[in-house]
């Protein structure tokens, strides 16, 4: 039997991870830390994250770097600065008494190497966040997301240009500006693109109608609308009518889903984690790491499956954040004292189509985190446990939570059959 294969998708594939050195975040902090000073600069970058354009309190830098903003740092009177000059450190040279070293950068070629670079106000708890921020009175500390994860600091600035190795306490009780790589976000090169080949040319341009942003070299899409957009033009039955027949070839009146699948869809509904280690493992948790901000966890689940008469392995992603606050309760803020709890994800996967999926896929579920390239192995072993497992490309940051056969005659009634990982459990369900 030939070994299966992943099935590549028909969009424009993404295989760059773009992770800025620590030294082109750390000159990007230094320089807006030492704009802080200025009202106008702290207002600017307060209404920017507050609009929460991914869903967090954060901003992309390639979005905005032509927006322009008052500064009064000059001593001349009023100058028209867009973000870029600022991130840049051009109009530094006149505040060159607050420092000795240059950090002037080229910050269009930064962006144009490194498109995914963000600015958030990270929210610690409920009381610590972007909305207890004082804009108008308050230069908050300027800090950089360092490549070592394991680190026990994290590295900022203020706007008198001094730096400071942040403890857990010290950002426990203020919010923190933070520059780092977007999550929430996919760019994809251009390079290619207006495509000759009618099989392509369709996905680029559905890319370019769920485009948030497009400069010269890529186009940036939100990760869930990517694969969206992948999965349409890779076809799979996304949407009702996949496939050439509409039920299995025998009807059972055990298997729930007959007579339903081309019309509505399977959910993911309830998600629970199995204990607060699992949660805390997951979200990166760790009372000696830095990584403990209340923000939103963001899952790809990969459903592998192998069409009918097929020995190759295809897939298809779906994506969705969630904040981590949403899976425990606690009596006091952050992880004290807390308790894992259901949540109902409502998270739309497929119309399972027999012709397409057959009798059962694979849920497979990762919580991206950014990084470098690593392999995954997806392994639909109900197939067949000769065949060698199918590689898929993630993160190297990621973290993997497992993954749970979902057969097609499982019970999608009411709140559907529950599934089971390594970290975490699910129910897959139909609308009734």
């Not at 002037?104 to 009381?127: C, G, H, K, M, R």
């Not at 999965?231 to 496939?243: A, D, E, V």
């Not at 606050?325 to 739309?348: H, M, P, T």
Request: negative net charge; proline residues 6%.
């Amino acid at each position: 039997m030939d070994k299966i294969e992943v099935l590549p998708s028909r969009a424009p594939v993404v295989s760059e991870i773009f992770v800025a050195p620590d030294d082109v975040k750390r000159k990007i902090a230094f320089n807006l830390a030492i704009s802080m000073g200025e009202p106008e600069v702290r207002v600017y970058i307060h209404s920017l994250v507050n609009k929460q354009e991914g869903g967090d309190f954060e901003f992309l830098i390639a979005k905005h770097l032509k927006d322009r903003l008052y500064s009064h740092s000059s001593g001349k009177g009023t100058k028209l600065l867009t973000l870029g000059e600022i991130l840049s450190g051009k109009h530094a040279k006149r505040l060159a008494k607050l420092y000795a070293t240059n950090n002037e950068i080229d910050i269009d070629n930064i962006i144009a190497n490194y498109p995914l670079l963000q600015i958030s106000v990270p929210e610690v708890n409920e009381a610590v966040n972007a909305k207890s921020w004082d804009s108008s009175n308050q230069p908050l500390l300027v800090a950089y997301m360092p490549s070592d994860r394991n680190r026990n600091t994290i590295p900022a600035f203020d706007y008198k240009g001094n730096y400071y190795e942040l403890e857990r306490e010290d950002v426990e009780e203020q919010p923190v500006v933070l520059v780092s790589e977007s999550e929430w976000v996919i760019a994809v090169r251009k390079e290619g693109f207006q495509s000759s080949n009618s099989r392509i040319a369709p996905c680029e341009e559905m890319l370019r109608s769920v485009a948030i942003h497009e400069d010269a070299s890529y186009l940036y899409v939100f990760r869930d609308a990517y694969y969206d957009v992948s999965f349409t033009c890779g076809g799979g039955g996304s949407t009702p009518g996949g496939g050439s027949t509409p039920y299995p070839p025998v009807s059972n009146p055990s298997c729930p889903r007959d007579g339903r699948s081309n019309v509505t869809p399977d959910y993911i509904g309830n998600v629970k984690f199995k204990s607060m280690e699992a949660l805390r493992k997951v979200a990166g948790i760790d009372p000696d790491n830095w990584d403990f901000f209340e923000g939103k966890l963001e899952f790809e689940i990969l459903i592998a499956y192998v069409k009918p008469g097929s020995t190759k392995v295809e897939y298809r992603v779906v994506a969705k954040r969630i904040p981590q606050k949403y899976f425990k309760e606690c009596r006091f803020l952050g992880f004290a004292d807390c308790s894992v709890k259901w949540y109902n994800a409502g998270i739309q996967t497929l119309y399972w189509n027999w012709n397409t999926y057959g009798p059962a896929v694979y849920y497979e579920w990762f919580e991206i985190d950014g990084g470098e390239e690593s392999e995954y192995n997806v392994w639909p072993g109900y197939i067949d446990l000769t065949l060698q497992p199918a590689t898929y490309i993630t993160h190297a940051y990621d973290d993997y939570i497992g993954g749970a056969i979902v057969e097609y005659c499982d019970d999608i009634r009411s709140q559907g059959t529950k599934y089971s990982t390594d970290l975490l459990e699910f129910y897959i369900y139909q609308p009734q």
